[in-house]
């Protein structure tokens, strides 16, 4: 028999009590590792994805945020299309600086999902798996290898598509066949996420969906079924959940026609005349470019050159992501606030429901004393209650929060691209449960000084 | 073993202040056993909780087992009690939430420690009274002689030098309270115990060694009052 199993034996005698004050305890603290974990792993997705590349070319008249949280983390829709020339233009270097050269530019066209679980689709060229970094190194494939879709294969695409495209705009009576969605292009590469979710491997076939599935007007694209040829190793990144197909495959698939070329409506014509007007392969429409730059400072440089130019605008990862991070850290902030708060009224509770025993324990504590408990141990006992209460609270809140993010996963992964991992048990879970129960400790002094002043003599008796 | 000389304690009700008990000399020898008789009111009670050290008197001096009890601080008070002195009760006392035997262990626990040592002669002690078969029952679930047995090896188990009780046989009737006083007085007397009790019933009185009218060892008047 020990002191802690007298606390024991008395939380159990009120066990009402004490599953209703556990409760508040437990969701108090569970509420705040929530907030800690959304918060963590919110910063760690957005912090550790923008390595590898340095800026992000997007359409003018969408916001930097905008376009950095699309093109880097797969956040809401693409926010528009602007024209492949901005991308010619950075790769061959004309009209930057020496300052604003770049060691690639990787186009990218999106606005297709897979499945039920709306797994973006990044149309783009083969040069992005050597080209992009995942902790200092190439991107990491689990199995298989890139597709091969190359800068010159979408050049020469682009020509073909335009001559076509250009002589059915002229009206001309036998026009240069559309090209053709070739067999070798209909190859994929897939995120570790995409293919546990979905059970794919090398060789499954992935078919594009427009839009998202189940939304208004979302349609399926039997035509650009794609291969799997290479599957992504986890990343715990966006990568985990994109699926990567030959830039010429997007321009293909049926309906995407219209969106294929970007034609700016001149002074003076409606949109029907631009409709007619011939255009040119640097009209194809990409929504972003993925470009590192050469200089340190490259970024910065191109977005103030960009400034002046009317077609795109670049959006600098390092400068927008952790203002990002900074307001989502005030959001956080704010909600450790109120969970402190939760937890501090949960300690309340502590103090209140012991409390209240106290005037019908008097008897058990004089019996006690009289048997030599000094006032100390009672205190003990009466503190071991409130910490004991306290630490299983915390306990089953740590754990409902792990439950709670397996359960909660899909959705939260769906909604805010945030991947939960719920289990990982992280250091500061134990100093969470320390804390909570040192607090808990805390809220039972009060009480427990009550309790050990009790008066012996005058208690000893039933009617007392 | 006792030994008290001008003792008295006095309580404040209001603006009043009452004697509650006035002791002028008493002294009770190692292995004694003592019946502590007197009117309802004369103090007997508040003796045997000055004798536990429970209440500290507001004069006099008391020495237990070698200890001065009013020089003592309150924890030194609970510790002398808890390992020198057993407790039994008129009410019993015993804590309905634990077993007969957790019951006994907690004597053990606030006096000379639960160690494993002591788990074994709590179960020894509820053996020997009769209590083997019901040592993981509940006081609700023993009858009022079991309760009274399980609160008697709750006064010995820390083989204390000095057993007080306080109107032990007051809740039960004459036969089974006489088994158990006699049960009380054959282990006291075969360890050699200091026994005091305080009693209103003079059959329970004639089984001690002595018996002391507390209205006696009032001072003379002329005295402190």
């Not at chain 2, 909780?49 to 003592?72: F, N, Q, W």
């Not at chain 2, 019951?103 to 006096?111: E, P």
């Not at chain 2, 709590?122 to 009022?144: I, W």
């Not at chain 2, 057993?163 to 158990?180: C, F, K, S, W, Y």
Request: hydrophobic share 45%; with cysteine.
């Amino acid at each position: 028999m020990r002191l802690l199993s007298i606390s024991l034996r008395n939380l159990r005698l009120r066990l009402v009590a004490t599953v209703l004050t556990m409760a508040s305890i437990v969701v108090a603290t569970g509420l705040y590792a929530a907030i800690l974990v959304m918060a963590e792993q919110t910063r760690q997705r957005y912090e550790g994805s923008i390595g590898g590349y340095q800026a992000v070319l997007g359409p003018k008249d969408a916001s930097q945020l905008e376009l950095v949280l699309n093109t880097i983390f797969n956040v809401g829709e693409a926010p528009g299309l602007f024209p492949l020339q901005a991308c010619i233009d950075l790769r061959e270097g004309k009209g930057f600086s020496r300052r604003g050269q770049v060691r690639y530019a990787i186009p990218q066209a999106r606005g297709d999902s897979v499945s039920s679980h709306a797994f973006p689709v990044i149309a783009t060229l083969d040069e992005m798996f050597g080209k992009y970094e995942w902790q200092g190194a190439p991107l990491p494939f689990a199995a298989g290898g890139p597709f091969r879709f190359g800068w010159d294969d979408l050049m020469a695409f682009a020509n073909d598509l335009t001559a076509h495209e250009n002589a059915r705009r002229a009206g001309a009576a036998s026009p240069p066949p559309r090209p053709l969605l070739r067999e070798e292009w209909k190859k994929c590469v897939i995120g570790a996420r995409v293919a546990r979710t979905l059970g794919l491997d090398l060789g499954s076939v992935v078919v594009p969906v427009h839009g998202k599935m189940g939304e208004f007007g979302f349609h399926e694209h039997p035509e650009a079924a794609c291969q799997v040829v290479g599957v992504l190793a986890p990343t715990n990144s966006p990568l985990d959940t994109t699926i990567f197909l030959p830039l010429g495959v997007h321009y293909l698939i049926d309906g995407h026609e219209t969106g294929v070329f970007v034609v700016e409506v001149p002074p003076g014509r409606t949109p029907d005349d631009a409709k007619r007007l011939p255009v040119s392969p640097g009209r194809l429409g990409l929504t972003a470019v993925v470009v590192d730059p050469k200089d340190h400072f490259g970024a910065r440089i191109l977005r103030t050159e960009f400034g002046t130019r009317p077609d795109a605008q670049v959006a600098w990862p390092q400068d927008v992501v952790p203002k990002f991070l900074r307001q989502i850290g005030n959001v956080a902030d704010a909600l450790t606030v109120i969970a402190w708060l939760v937890l501090l009224v949960a300690a309340v509770s502590i103090t209140v429901a012991i409390y209240n025993t106290m005037n019908e324990r008097r008897r058990e504590i004089a019996i006690m004393r009289s048997l030599g408990a000094r006032r100390l141990q009672i205190l003990a006992i009466i503190v071991g209650e409130a910490t004991l209460l306290s630490f299983f609270g915390a306990l089953f809140g740590l754990c409902a929060c792990h439950i709670a993010a397996f359960v909660l996963r899909p959705v939260v992964e769906d909604q805010t691209g945030v991947y939960l991992d719920w289990l990982t048990f992280r250091p500061w879970e134990l100093w969470l449960l320390l804390g909570v129960t040192a607090l808990g400790a805390v809220a039972g002094l009060l009480p427990a000084v009550k309790g050990s002043l009790t008066q012996v003599a005058d208690n000893l008796a039933p009617d007392s | 073993m006792i030994h008290l000389r001008d003792v008295e304690k006095s309580y404040t009700r209001g603006a009043e202040t009452v004697l509650a008990c006035s002791v002028s000399a008493l002294d009770i020898a190692a292995g004694e056993q003592v019946a502590l008789v007197g009117r309802s009111g004369s103090g007997k009670t508040t003796l045997l909780h000055m004798l536990a050290g429970i209440l500290r008197p507001d004069r006099g001096t008391i020495e237990i087992v070698g200890k001065r009890l009013e020089t003592l601080g309150e924890a030194a008070r609970d510790r002398h009690r808890g390992a020198h002195i057993g407790m039994v009760y008129q009410t019993f006392n015993l804590l309905q939430p634990f077993t007969a035997l957790e019951n006994v262990l907690l004597g053990a626990l606030f006096g000379r420690g639960a160690s494993g040592e002591a788990r074994v002669r709590a179960e020894a002690l509820l053996q020997q009274v009769g209590l083997a078969d019901r040592m993981h029952h509940r006081p609700r679930e023993l009858s009022v002689g079991q309760v009274q047995r399980v609160a008697i090896c709750r006064a010995l188990v820390n083989d204390p030098e000095l057993i007080l009780m306080d109107e032990p046989l007051g809740n039960q009737d004459r036969a089974t309270g006489g088994q158990v006083l006699d049960l009380l007085l054959q282990i006291a007397t075969h360890g050699k115990k200091t026994v005091v009790m305080v009693t209103h019933d003079p059959q329970s009185a004639a089984r001690m060694q002595r018996t002391v009218d507390l209205h006696a060892l009032r001072p003379a008047v002329g005295g402190r009052a």
